[in-house]
C-alpha cells in the first residue's frame, strides 16, 4: 500500500494550496481518510476528514481551519485532496495523508499514534510566508 502526498510549496499570507494524495494498493473509498500536520516538536494534529464512502458522508475539520479547507475525494483517481484557503502562517507544517480504519470521522485527529491510522503517506511540506 502507497499514498503519495503532493502539491506542497511556499505561499504567502491569505493564498491557497491543494495538496494531493494519490493511492495504491487499497480501494480508498473503504476508508475514512483525512490529513494530519505537523511541526517540528510538536505532535501531529489531524486537520481534516472525509468518512468512507459507505460511511455517514461525514467531514470532519478541526476548528482553526473550519471555512477554509475541504478535503474531496476523487473516488475515480483512488485519491483524496486537501483544498487550503485563506492560508496563514500557523499553517506552516509537514502534511500527512492518512487512512483511518473507521468508516467515520467522529474520533479522527485523536491520539495519531493509534493503529486505527492504518496508512500513512510521506509528508508534504507546505510553507505559508510572506
Known amino acids: 500500500v502507497q499514498l503519495q502526498a503532493s502539491g506542497g510549496g511556499l505561499v504567502q499570507p491569505g493564498g491557497s494550496l491543494g495538496l494531493s494524495c494519490e493511492v495504491s494498493?487499497?480501494?480508498?473509498?473503504?476508508?475514512?481518510v483525512g490529513w494530519f500536520r505537523q511541526v517540528p516538536g510538536k505532535e501531529r494534529e489531524g486537520v481534516a476528514c472525509?468518512?468512507?464512502?459507505?460511511?455517514?458522508?461525514?467531514?470532519w475539520y478541526v476548528e482553526s481551519v473550519k471555512g477554509r479547507f475541504a478535503v474531496p475525494r476523487d473516488s475515480a483517481k483512488n485519491s483524496v485532496h486537501l483544498q487550503m484557503n485563506g492560508l496563514k502562517p500557523e499553517g506552516t507544517a509537514e502534511y500527512y495523508c492518512v487512512t483511518d480504519t473507521r468508516r467515520n470521522c467522529k474520533n479522527f485527529g485523536r491520539n495519531p499514534a493509534s493503529p486505527l491510522y492504518e496508512y500513512w503517506g510521506q509528508g508534504t511540506l507546505v510553507t505559508v510566508s510572506s
Open positions: 494498493g487499497i480501494i480508498l473509498d473503504d476508508y475514512a
Open positions: 472525509i468518512s468512507a464512502r459507505r460511511g455517514d458522508g461525514s467531514e
